[in-house]
């Protein structure tokens, strides 16, 4: 990572930021927080991870000359870059690999959201890839579970669930050493809008019916019988399922309804 390491005030004709920037993005992501967001390494690279997202979202998309940077690169330059994280540059590796071990520790809310015959599902893709997932994030320091996952499926579809969500009515598995709960939304309406509140996250939104969702086995952890990447999806159906038939919907199935956005 070192041969990102760059010290001129000036653009490099390979498009690495300006020392100005790192400077502003140093000084407004990891200098102006509070003290206790600077106790740890973990919490200073989710500092650094904001400051690359605003970067690439932000400034790079108004400054095509400027070069798209992952997340490993970004640190480097922001570590040799900024006075108080200059001195830990000699063990960058060891901090970068701390923080992604830390980070698929961090547990995730999010939310199932159906609609009002409890028939079909919405489901996101992201920005790169091509695997499906319910609506979720990571939690923030000291964030409450339910808060979390009304933040996080708020950002990814535009829809506010806070005054459809209750806190006991929830499916929650574990994969790894990450817990993963998802709040069950139950009867929203099918011409609902949703659209993305934050940019470059989720390429497509839309519903899908859970019956033709498959639950989790060896072969369908990956791939559904529709064709849908679904490993984030599967291991939360059998238990979704097993909850629509103890809550059935007060409404008779359409299930001629077209999908739709």
Not at 148 to 172: H, M, P, Q, W
Not at 237 to 251: E, F, G, M
Not at 256 to 261: G, Q
Request: glycine letters at 4%; aromatic letters at 10%; one cysteine or more.
């Amino acid at each position: 990572m070192s041969g990102l390491h760059r010290s001129s005030s000036t653009p490099l004709k390979n498009g690495l930021p300006p020392q100005e920037l790192l400077d502003d993005l140093c000084s407004r992501f990891v200098l102006n927080v509070p003290k206790e967001d600077q106790q740890s390494f973990e919490r200073i690279l989710f500092l650094v991870e904001y400051a690359h997202w605003f970067y690439e979202d932000n400034t790079v998309e108004k400054n095509p000359s400027l070069k798209s940077l992952n997340l490993k690169e970004f640190t480097s330059l922001l570590f040799n870059s900024c006075d108080v994280l200059r001195p830990y540059v000699a063990h960058i590796d060891d901090i970068f690999k701390d923080f992604t071990d830390y980070k698929v520790r961090v547990p995730v809310t999010g939310a199932i959201i159906l609609d009002e015959t409890y028939e079909r599902c919405i489901l996101v893709k992201g920005w790169k890839g091509t695997s499906w997932s319910f609506p979720r994030g990571k939690k923030n320091k000291d964030e409450e579970d339910h808060a979390c996952a009304i933040r996080e499926v708020l950002e990814e579809t535009g829809f506010d669930v806070s005054a459809l969500l209750n806190k006991d009515e929830y499916i929650e598995v574990i994969f790894g050493q990450q817990r993963v709960r998802l709040y069950i939304i139950a009867g929203v309406k099918d011409d609902t809008p949703f659209a993305p509140l934050t940019k470059k996250e989720i390429s497509e939104i839309a519903w899908h019916r859970i019956d033709d969702l498959q639950p989790a086995t060896n072969e369908v952890i990956s791939r559904g019988i529709t064709g849908l990447k679904l490993y984030m999806v599967a291991p939360f159906l059998a238990s979704l399922k097993s909850w629509i038939s103890k809550h059935p919907s007060p409404l008779p199935p359409r299930p001629d309804l077209p999908l739709k956005v």
